[in-house]
């Protein structure tokens, strides 16, 4: 588990971050920053640039400009799996298990993020490899416990259930023993009963110490769990605050409904 | 994503599951490690046994067996690439070329190392090709990366070709033996350290024949059963290494690797890393069978290494069923043993080998022996198709 800092410290800092793909702009001048301990939700209308605000921060795609800073480096240019170590971690909107791998060894993946066993201490079964694997396997069961999977930990990914699945998603990015949990849609085909549990998983998860980013379409699990909220609205941030204050957000209403004068302007 | 485990159960693949089933008895560790010993003995024993039917009566069964042993060997070292790593290798010849090259360039063309010097530095030589060709190309994914590794098995070939250094197109001669140890193998002396007599089927009772033994370390041209004992003692060592080296933190991140690649590096697998040691690692076990080959053959050239037997290698691995280290081995010994064992139809051997493999793909597409995860997969298939079966006939 990570150690619990004093609260308030800033994890993670988007400072003026822009995204183009030729003349896309995806994401255009975003400035906003976690703090640790927090369950920050980021939420917008389809289209609106979340996904692409997760990629850029865990390194899939490169900022056109701007910074981003995780515990007080620059992740500029580091590859995907460095950013992973640093203690960044993050689910999949469609579902991006193993699908051959037994539900444990996908949670075993994550927990060997940090494993310092290579080929030679493997072929040599040397006395780190078998405390590493030893403590890789107990690490990723009591994950699968945490995220109520464990009965089915033998069973190959692909054969679970789907809200198993993403269940089994949310442990083996914590098994990376991240900094930074980010959930990207995890609720996303859940009926109302399965987002009440998953409402439980998220806030146990803060309870551990980590600190939580939930991209989330379902307004009623976001404001129920998140403690601030950032609103995207193609690419540009439009509103960030309590859940309160932004469920009477003139303009985040006119986001998520539309107003008149916009339909026109549009038409 | 993965074209080789998306299959359809057959009718087959369950008849096998359940003549398996009586056979779970033996499904713990004492017995298991008897049935081993005794599988193993009886490997390095079937050159002398003589057995019935599974011998060649049309070639040397000795020789054909280092072929099977060799193409067992190479099979091991692709699976690396292709089943754990899931990358498509097909210019694997390139690297069974490096290895046989190195030692006869070694051993006879240039220096006159011993063989057993020779043989360590082959395989290094071939893994640090692995990493050359490896490193600008494991950026490509996919198909991409079977054309780019396919012209390098044709480049390698081609440079050989046209290298005086390395022989041209006349190859390398007068390749030496691994050194006998005790007495020299010559006419009506197999030497060696001691004999041991083959069986004779046809003179029953009398079936030990005196006048037929083959001399253990004793190498020489005539009899083909020693280096067929020497390979055998190098597949059964990379198989342990293999089966250490895939069940670790090693073996994990090539299965995330081939399964998603993005997710991987998301978790924190360095996957070019591991591409790179899986092709390392490939090429190197490819490298070690050419140098046995070499030694055994004592005579190597440009077309020993034809495009084709990449293909050839590649069709053992899938055959045997990709993943799968004793799949591997299975489909190693197919390819090998199948156009030998059907010499005598001289030029419908072939044609028999291609139908073999033909009903072999119909019938059981994810490969001899798959992997224990596509069974697992079989085994839950046929448990939803008996629920199914029972809710309509209720």
Known sequence: MPESHTAGRTLLELDDVTIKFGGLTALDGVTFDIKEGEILGLIGPNGAGKTTCFNVMTGVYQATSGHIRFDGQALHKMPRHKITRLGMARTFQNIRLFKSMTALENVMVGADAHSKVGFFRALFRTPVHRKTEGESRARALELLKFVGVAGRADELAVNLSYGDQRRLEIARAMATNPKLLCLDEPAAGFNPAEKQRLMELIRKVRDQGYTVLLIEHDMRLVMGVTDRIVVLEFGRKIAEGAPAEIRDNPAVIAAYLGVEEDDDAAS | ?394
């Open chain 2, 1 to 394: 994503m993965n074209a080789y485990y998306d299959f359809a159960p057959s009718g087959l693949a369950r008849g096998w599951a359940a003549f398996k089933r009586p056979f779970h008895v033996f499904d713990n560790r004492p017995s298991k490690i008897i049935l081993g010993i005794i599988a193993v003995l009886i490997a390095y024993a079937l050159p002398l046994l003589n057995l019935p039917i599974i011998t060649t009566p049309d070639s040397d069964f000795g020789g054909v067996l280092f072929d099977v042993a060799a193409y067992a060997l190479i099979a091991v070292g692709l699976n690396i690439v292709i089943g754990y790593a899931g990358l498509l290798d097909l210019g694997y010849v390139g690297f069974y070329a490096t290895g046989a090259y190195t030692v006869g360039v070694l051993t006879q063309y240039h220096w006159h190392w011993p063989f057993f010097l020779a043989l360590p530095v082959a395989i290094g030589v071939t893994m640090i090709t692995g990493v050359l060709l490896g490193a600008p190309t494991l950026r490509v994914r996919g198909d991409y990366l079977a054309i780019v590794t396919m012209g390098f098995g044709e480049i390698i070939r081609l440079i050989i070709t046209n290298t005086h250094w390395l022989g041209k197109s006349a190859g390398i001669s007068s390749i030496p033996m691994p050194p006998t140890v005790g007495t020299a193998p010559g006419a009506g002396n197999p030497g060696g350290l001691f004999q041991v007599p083959h069986l004779s089927w046809g003179t029953f009772p009398n079936v030990i024949d005196v006048g037929h033994k083959t001399g253990v370390l004793a190498f020489g041209v005539l009899d083909a059963i020693p280096f067929y004992w020497l390979i055998l003692t190098a597949l059964f060592i990379v198989l342990i290494g293999d089966k250490l080296v895939k069940e670790s933190r090693v073996g994990r991140a090539w299965e995330a690797t081939r399964e998603d690649e993005d997710a991987a590096e998301v978790m924190g697998v360095p996957t070019f890393k591991y591409k790179l040691l899986a092709f390392a690692l490939g090429a190197g076990i490819g490298g070690m069978s050419g140098a046995f080959y070499a030694t055994r053959q004592t005579f190597i050239q440009p077309q020993s290494f034809a495009l084709l037997l990449s293909e050839l290698f590649v069709a053992a691995v899938i055959v045997g069923g990709a993943g799968n280290r004793w799949g591997a081995v299975a489909g190693g010994a197919v390819v090998a043993y199948l156009p030998e064992r059907f010499r005598g139809f001289s030029d419908w051997r072939m044609l028999i080998f291609g139908i073999a493999l033909i009903v072999l793909a119909t019938w059981r597409p994810e490969g001899i022996f798959p992997p224990r995860r596509t069974r697992r997969a079989i085994r839950a298939e046929a448990v939803v198709e008996e629920l199914e079966g029972e809710t309509v006939d209720a």
